[in-house]
RNA sequence: GGGGCCGUAGCUCAAUUGGUUAGAGCACUGGACUGUCGAUCCAGAGGUUGCGGGUUCGAGCCCCGUCGGCCUCGCCA
């Protein structure tokens, strides 16, 4: 060991000991005569002093380092000066004389300094990410994600839970995401791919009979990324035999619990709050909503159908609704440019074909470019429904059920945002529940699982599997932590007879599901305890407990939005003799122009 | 696949809206300085304005294409 102390670690109960410690240099403050170096570790930053006391031979060596070099110093610790402490620094009322001075490595002048205050382009963070990673900010996202990993480690081992590793290298099943695949080099042309998630192994292993499973496992997904998305992640993945929803979700409840207080100190009340996905749908237009804030959502289809003006009844006469949210007091805040951008907003992202408004006024009427098309009556029932006061804006889409769900949802969280209606320190941790267990699939008349397949309804609505899918509610749960879905799971299908009545609702043949998942339907005939479990987004917890607005921070090597590593320069092509192996031929690229 | 924002010195940014020699701070190089902590002071070096084309008497600025980063819709059971 080259250091006997760490660079945060040095307080004035050491003063008089003789220490060395190594680390890089911070900054360097060149008096000439006397040289402040501050060396920095993971743990902290510590002042050292080189004067001529410490040789001539030292203060050359010092005076010769830069920001990045990594060096050795060996010296006493002494209090500083009378008024010379520094209350920046956790080790700021010592420093170090030092007696020898060594440079272990001299760094290049690096593209940026992990101290500068300007944070750098992120490709270039990325590209040199050993530097990005020193930075203070950085360090503590890796060290918050270590920690709740451990945290939750430890939590699941008090309850009994066995951690079981699964297969990377597994069989592509058909729904859901794209596989990533992995061409078998002794099978022609057959391939591996990479787990989407663990499901069909840690139901395997229920039927096997360890009832309490975790792993932290990494997943992946081929589909483009978001600032919450990245094409591999990481799981805390759990499954438990001989359990209900309640079951699953209390498990999770007190997890989150510890979690908030372990690493945030927050004290959370349980159970966690639970909505059913018809009510979060109906009240905030997302499965994942985000409740740090009220602006609920207010359907006035009934009334609103009923006016002349054609963009209300229109929508009403095509089966769609009139629904709308309101900001409390602020409509000052809105001129028409901020209006016309919120509906620009609407109709560009999520298809909407305008944005209606009023302003109330201060005697409590409404004004609004429309107001002389919408009869007095029906304003006063906007202003009844929306309970509207002076200095509110009500904004509203006549559209589909989905557009008025996506858009009023979009803006609910973008003037959430905006109008800075919550605190940023704020965590508000929630249960959506009883998920629809079918969707239909946009372009083909058939329906696909919401969650998965191997999702079991709620036992009132079995029947409905054979005659209302699109109403069986499914037996499945999603953690909601502001806004952002933080986890999800189910309670599975566990006898092979149901399995098999929702593999032909989602058009999965005898033939298909045989060849796909035959090994699970022959496992649920083997005694397949009833289970369930869940699978929680471990970087985007690590987002949400650290305050940060995209995963990438909170991995230690990300990709970027077109899912390339900058660092290492992967994916990239490989030798003509390596396809050979596997069998694989690279299709020429078609010619731009 | 669609839409948007961005790309100027090693880094972060500016450039009077198309005008002739593209600037600043930090970093870097050299020098001065024995108590600084974003040290200070003096001097210096540093540019294919991402790349390619076009418009123009003239382009960092306008147009087209392209590459890269980010945000977003679709997509993500």
Redesign the pocket.
């Known amino acids: 060991m080259l250091r006997s102390h760490t660079c945060g670690q040095l307080r004035s109960s050491n003063i008089g000991q003789e220490v060395t410690l190594c680390g890089w240099v911070d900054?360097?403050?060149?008096?000439?005569?006397?040289i402040?170096l501050?060396l920095r570790d993971r743990y902290g930053k510590t002042?050292c002093?080189v004067?001529?006391?410490s040789g001539a031979e030292f203060l050359e060596v010092a005076?010769?380092l830069?920001?990045e070099d990594v060096a050795l110093v060996k010296g006493l610790v002494?209090a500083?000066?009378e008024?010379?402490?520094?209350q920046?620094?956790s080790t700021?009322d010592i420093?170090i004389?030092a007696s020898e001075i060594r440079l272990l490595n001299r760094s290049k002048?690096?593209?940026?300094?992990p101290?500068?205050?300007?944070?750098?382009?992120?490709?270039?963070r990325?590209k040199y990410r050993y530097i990005d990673l020193r930075r203070e900010a950085m360090q503590r996202t890796l060290m918050l994600r270590s920690q709740i990993i451990k945290a939750m480690r430890d939590y699941f081992e008090q309850h009994d839970f066995v951690d079981v590793e699964t297969p990377i290298l597994g069989r592509s099943?058909p729904?859901?995401?794209?596989d990533y695949l992995v061409p078998s080099r002794v099978h022609w042309g057959h391939f591996f791919a990479l787990p989407?998630?663990p499901?069909l192994y840690k139901q395997i292993l229920m039927v096997a009979g360890y009832d309490r499973y975790i792993q932290v496992a990494r997943c992946f997904?081929d589909?483009?990324?978001?600032?919450?998305?990245q094409p591999e992640f990481t799981q805390l993945d759990l499954e438990m035999s001989f359990v209900d929803s309640n079951d699953v979700i209390s498990m999770i409840d007190g997890l989150m619990k510890k979690l908030a207080k372990d690493l945030l100190g927050l004290e959370l009340e349980l159970p966690l709050p639970r909505m059913t996905y018809d009510e979060a749908v109906r009240r905030f237009g997302s499965d994942a909503p985000d409740l740090r804030f009220g602006m609920e959502i207010v359907d006035c289809t009934e009334f609103a159908r009923q006016s002349a003006f054609r963009v209300f009844s229109g929508a009403a006469e095509a089966g769609g609704y009139i629904r709308g949210i309101k900001v409390d007091r602020r409509a000052e805040e809105f001129s028409r440019k901020r209006i016309d951008e919120l509906t620009e907003f609407v109709k560009?992202?999520?298809?909407a074909k305008g944005l209606a408004w009023f302003r109330v006024e201060t005697d409590g009427s409404l004004w609004s470019p429309i107001s002389k098309n919408v009869e007095p009556e029906i304003q006063l029932q906007f202003q009844q429904a929306f309970d509207a006061r002076p200095g509110d804006l009500i904004l509203l889409l006549a559209d589909s059920w989905d557009v008025t769900c996506?858009g009023l949802n979009?803006l609910r969280r973008r003037l959430g945002a905006e109008l800075k209606l919550y605190d940023s320190k704020q965590m508000h941790f929630s249960w959506v529940v009883e998920f629809p267990m079918f969707?239909k699939d946009?372009a083909e008349e058939r329906w696909?699982?919401?969650?998965?397949?191997?999702?079991a309804p709620r036992p009132q609505d079995m029947q409905l599997l054979q005659t209302a899918p699109q109403t069986c509610r499914a037996q499945a749960y999603d953690l909601v932590i502001n806004g952002y879905e933080a986890g999800g799971g189910t309670i599975r299908i566990h006898d092979s007879d149901t399995q098999q009545v929702v593999f032909d609702l989602l058009g999965i043949t005898p033939d298909m599901a045989a060849d796909r998942f035959g090994f699970l339907l022959d496992a649920l005939r083997f005694g397949a305890p009833p289970h369930g479990g869940i699978a929680l987004g471990i970087d985007r917890i690590v987002m949400l407990f650290g305050g940060l607005?995209?995963i990438?921070d909170c991995i230690a090597f990300?990709?970027?939005?077109?899912a390339?590593d900058?660092m290492t320069a992967a994916p990239g092509t490989v030798e003509t003799k390596q396809l050979h192996e596997l069998h694989v031929q690279v299709e020429t690229p078609p010619v731009?122009?």
């Open positions: 900054t360097s403050r060149d008096h000439g005569g006397t402040f501050d002042q002093v004067n001529p006391d005076k010769k830069r920001g002494h500083r000066l008024g010379k402490d520094n920046k620094l700021g420093e004389r002048t690096p593209p940026f300094f101290n500068q205050p300007e944070l750098p382009g992120e490709d270039l990325l099943t729904e859901g995401a794209r989407q998630s499901q997904r589909e483009d990324l978001r600032a919450d998305r560009h992202d999520f298809g996506k979009g969707e946009e696909v699982a919401m969650h998965h397949p191997f999702t607005d995209n990438r990300p990709k970027t939005q077109r390339m900058l731009k122009n």
